[in-house]
């Protein structure tokens, strides 16, 4: 199935050219195409996606969310209180502490329940973040009321994105965001 156009991606602002880890985070994205591609893999969740993504992203130096128990989540400090202890803490899916790479990705509720705005704001608020990686559906499909929808899940991410970036009135603090589709 593997194609030279998955997994398509957009980095932002758009005036910058991409820096170099992602081509290689786009790479283990590639990677696994036959296992994630959302086109052709029914009942992919964000769990499974990221799942799919753990060995090439281990690989290059990320630390990934392992299972939802405490000790195989990845929390980061959002506010510092009393003697310096993090006080507020945000979980993200994987990280890459030397790079400042975030990592969020979102299945069907990243299409129909705003967590790309969620995921751009919590994310913005985290000590040391510099880059957001953010993986979308390339659509979602599901029920409603017995009829079959479908949503474009990426070209919706990609229109709040384009949105931000030409308007100029939202500064978010990432020195660049990565849009994936899987």
Known sequence: ??????????YYPPRDAAPPWVSA??????????????REV???KSDIAL????????????????????????????????QGAPRVRYEVDAVHDELGVLVEVEAGRGARGNAVYRDLIRTSLIVGARYLALGVMIEYRHQLRGK???????????DILDAIYASNRLHLPFEGVLLFRY
């Open 42 to 44: 029914e009942g992919l």
């Open 148 to 158: 079959a929808q479908s949503v474009a899940s990426y070209s919706e991410a990609k």
């Open 25 to 38: 985070f786009v790479g283990a994205v590639a990677a696994v195409e036959d296992e994630l591609s959302s």
């Open 51 to 82: 799942a799919k993504l753990r060995p090439g992203l281990e690989a290059l130096g990320y630390r990934v969310e392992s299972s939802k128990k405490a000790d195989g989540k990845i929390s980061l400090p959002v506010l510092f209180g009393e």
């Open 1 to 10: 199935m593997s194609s030279s156009a998955y997994p398509r991606w957009a």
